[in-house]
C-alpha cells in the first residue's frame, strides 16, 4: 500500500495518469485530488477539466469525457465523484467502462475517480484489491486509510508549510499526539493555532490551549463551520460530513441541536451587547473568557449575522426544538433538517 504523503507526492508530479481513490476521511481524497488538478489545470474554470457525479451521470458522459481531445495545450483532467458503483460485487456497464481505462490510460489525459466508504465495515474492497493487478502501470488504485503518526506528522509539517508558517521540528509530532480527528478537522485547528499565536513562535502551551483532545472539540468545530466570520457557513457537505461523524463517535442527536441553539443564543447576546457600544471587558465577562483573543473571534463572528437572519435563525431553532419535544421523528433527519435551515437563513446579498 502506498503511504499517503508518497501518494500525494505521485500526483503532484504527475507520475500516474489514472487515479481510483477510496477513503473514509474524504478530505484525504480531495487533498490527493487537488495536487492533481494543480498539476493539470492551469486555471480553474477551464474547458479541459471534466467534472462528473457518479450518482447521476450515464454511461454515454463518461465515455465521451475520457474520449476527448483538447483544442489547447494543455491535458484534460476527467474527474468522477461518487463512484460508488466500484465498491461491491455487482458488475455494472459503468464499472466495466471504467476498469478498461485504467488498464488502458490515455498519456495526454488525466483521470481521477473516487468514493467515500461509510465506515470500517465497508473498508474492505475485494473487486479493487484484485483489479489492481490487471492494470497498466500508469495507473493506480489506492484506498486511503486513517492517517498513521508518521503520515499525520507529514500532513502537518506540510499544512504549516503551505501556510508559510515556520515551526520548531517538535510541534508536529505533538500535535500528531493530542489530535484527534479528520484531516478536514485538522487544518481548521491548525488555522485557529496559526490566528491565536499571531506571528510568535507556536508552543506546546498553545497547541494544549487551541486544540482540545476530548470530543467537545468536534462539536465546536462543527458549531464553527456553521457560524464564521464571515456569516452563516455555506459549505452544507463539509458541516453534514462532520454531523455524520460526531453521531458515529456517539454523539447525540439532541445534544447537538442543543449545543447550537446555545451558540446561537450566545452569539445573539454579544450583538445586544455591541449595539450597546459594551466595552471588550463586558463581552469578555459575558463569554466568561479571559481571552482577549477568543471575544474578538465571537464579536466578528457576532457581528457577521444580520437581525433579519437572527430572526430567521431563531424561528428555525424554535421550530425543530417543538417538533422534537412534540413528535417521535428520527432525531438525525431533524439534525439534517434543522441545519439546512440555518444555512438557508442568508440574506440575499
Not at 478530505?27 to 457525479?53: A, C, N, P, T, Y
Not at 469525457?65 to 460508488?84: G, K, P, Q, R, W
Request: charged share 30%.
Amino acid at each position: 500500500m502506498v503511504d499517503y504523503l508518497e501518494l500525494r507526492e505521485i500526483a503532484k508530479k504527475g507520475h500516474k495518469k489514472a487515479y481510483f481513490l477510496y477513503a473514509q476521511d474524504e478530505q484525504l481524497i480531495f487533498q490527493v485530488r487537488d495536487e492533481i488538478r494543480k498539476h493539470v489545470i492551469k486555471e480553474e474554470d477551464s474547458l479541459s477539466h471534466i467534472r462528473l457525479d457518479g450518482n447521476r451521470c450515464t454511461y454515454e458522459e463518461v465515455q465521451n469525457a475520457i474520449s476527448t481531445y483538447s483544442m489547447f495545450s494543455e491535458d484534460i483532467l476527467v474527474e468522477v465523484s461518487n463512484c460508488h458503483f466500484m465498491d461491491g460485487s455487482t458488475s455494472s456497464p459503468m464499472r466495466e467502462l471504467i476498469e478498461g481505462y485504467l488498464a488502458d490510460p490515455r498519456e495526454d489525459l488525466y483521470f481521477v475517480g473516487y468514493y467515500k466508504y461509510e465506515n470500517e465495515l465497508s473498508k474492505k474492497n475485494f473487486y479493487l484489491d484484485n483489479l489492481k493487478k490487471k492494470i497498466s502501470s500508469l495507473s493506480i488504485i489506492e484506498g486511503i486509510d486513517s492517517l498513521k503518526p508518521k503520515g499525520m506528522i507529514g500532513l502537518i509539517e506540510s499544512i504549516f508549510a503551505e501556510k508559510g508558517v515556520d515551526i520548531s521540528k517538535t510541534i508536529p509530532p505533538f500535535i500528531s499526539e493530542v489530535f484527534k480527528g479528520n484531516a478536514l478537522q485538522l487544518e481548521k485547528e491548525i488555522d485557529k493555532l496559526i490566528a491565536y499565536t499571531d506571528g510568535r513562535e507556536i508552543r506546546k502551551e498553545d497547541v494544549l490551549t487551541m486544540i482540545e483532545v476530548s470530543d467537545e472539540r468536534h462539536v465546536m468545530n462543527l458549531l464553527d463551520l456553521i457560524f464564521t466570520e464571515r456569516g452563516l457557513g455555506r459549505n452544507i457537505r463539509d458541516i453534514l460530513n462532520l454531523v455524520n461523524d460526531l453521531i458515529y463517535r456517539g454523539e447525540k442527536a439532541e445534544m447537538i441541536i442543543g449545543l447550537i441553539g446555545s451558540r446561537l443564543r450566545l452569539l445573539f447576546k454579544i450583538r445586544i451587547l455591541i449595539e450597546k457600544n459594551a466595552s471588550k471587558q463586558e463581552i469578555m465577562k459575558q463569554l466568561r473568557t479571559g481571552s482577549a483573543w477568543y471575544a474578538d473571534r465571537m464579536i466578528k463572528i457576532s457581528g457577521a449575522v444580520s437581525f433579519s437572519e437572527y430572526q430567521k435563525l431563531f424561528k428555525a431553532l424554535l421550530d425543530h426544538e417543538f417538533i422534537l419535544k412534540t413528535t417521535s421523528v428520527e432525531t438525525m433527519s431533524l439534525l439534517e433538517m434543522m441545519i439546512l435551515s440555518i444555512v438557508n437563513a442568508r440574506d440575499a446579498r
